[in-house]
């Protein structure tokens, strides 16, 4: 068995992934436009990385990814970036 194999299945979901945060990075930022008070505001900047790294982690979990490799931050990434510019 190679090493690689599986490593571009893995790293399409990691972009659906991102794609599927920047989803929820629009809720946020929809909530952060309401309420005005810095605290807060940096109260949901953090609540979102949390949110974002659960997911991140339940959905490596729940798809049995290997262990972590480089890409599939990127990968995430690069969802994210292209939910932003869809």
Request: aromatic share 26%; charged share 10%.
């Amino acid at each position: 068995m190679f090493v690689s194999e599986g490593q571009l299945v893995v790293f399409i979901f990691c972009v659906a992934l991102g794609f599927f945060i920047g989803i929820i990075w629009s809720i946020f930022s929809i909530l952060r436009e309401v309420f005005q008070l810095r605290i807060f505001r940096l109260f949901l900047d953090v609540l979102f990385f949390v949110v974002s790294i659960l997911f991140y982690v339940l959905y490596a979990n729940l798809l049995n990814f290997p262990s972590f490799r480089f890409y599939m931050p990127i990968g995430v990434f690069i969802g994210l970036f292209f939910y932003c510019e869809s």
